[in-house]
């Protein structure tokens, strides 16, 4: 069964500062690869999806990740962070037939002012 | 363009007491996904449904869960004999043809909180 490891539940970063979400999947080859947002009470919201075409995949709000077969990463990058990045991410992988996500557990983000 | 919508937004039931909860996904879109997100298991997938396929119902955790999705839009999650552990934000989302498509993207309603005393 796929699993998918974020590494780290709660980051705290300052304003401007790099963000950097760490995540690790465990199928040989993930079909698909996404970031997911989570706003409190709000439900999820897409931030990228890699499809094989391009190894960075950039997503919105300035958003982007990195797909490394070698180290079956999917790390999630901003170069400076803004207080409304303040919410939760997912990293997820689909299954074979492309249907169906495993999530990771989630990273809290905390924007420092 | 609304998003997918589901409702009731929240839903305070006393353990033993069905519930049906309620997704409306966005218009044209052919798949329609349930996932609950509690505490203790994190963000987990219950059942999909595509077109006029079979549901896959793979996650569904026990047999008190049920799910259907009539005339390929509206689908009602069913919870028989509610239990503590049932307590979940239930999310709904949908896509226009299945994620397996690589431009495609599934889109979250704000889901359901159900508390279950």
């Known amino acids: 069964a796929q699993s998918v490891t974020q590494l780290g539940s709660h980051v705290s970063v300052s304003e401007g500062a790099l963000v950097l979400l760490r995540c690790n999947y465990s199928?040989?080859?993930?079909?698909?690869l996404f970031w997911y947002v989570q706003y409190p009470n709000q439900g999820l919201q897409l931030l990228l999806k890699?499809?094989?075409?391009?190894?960075l995949v950039k997503g919105i709000n300035g958003f982007e990740a990195e797909f490394k077969k070698s180290e079956t990463s999917f790390h999630l990058t901003k170069p400076s962070a803004h207080m409304s990045d303040a919410a939760e991410y997912f990293c997820?992988?689909?299954?074979?037939?492309?249907?169906?996500?495993?999530f990771g557990g989630g990273t809290r983000v905390l924007v420092k002012p | 363009g609304a998003g997918v919508s589901q409702s009731p937004s929240n839903k305070v039931t006393e353990k033993g007491k069905d519930v049906e909860l309620r997704c409306d996904p966005i218009?044209?879109?052919?798949?329609l996904y349930w996932y609950r997100q509690s505490l203790g298991q994190g963000l987990e997938f219950l059942i999909y449904?595509?077109?006029?396929?079979?549901?896959?119902k793979s996650g569904l955790p026990s047999d008190r869960f049920s799910a259907e999705r009539t005339g390929g839009s509206v689908s009602t999650l069913t919870i028989q004999r509610t239990q503590q552990e049932d307590s979940a934000v239930y999310l709904c989302?949908?896509?226009?043809?299945?994620?397996?498509?690589?431009?495609?993207?599934?889109?979250f309603g704000p889901g359901t909180r159900l508390t279950v005393l």
């Open positions: 989302a949908s896509s226009l043809a299945g994620i397996a498509e690589p431009t495609d993207t599934q889109y």
């Open positions: 199928s040989s080859v993930p079909p698909y």
């Open positions: 890699y499809t094989s075409a391009a190894t």
């Open positions: 997820a992988v689909s299954d074979a037939a492309g249907n169906k996500l495993t």
């Open positions: 218009s044209g879109h052919t798949a």
């Open positions: 449904f595509q077109g006029n396929s079979a549901p896959d």
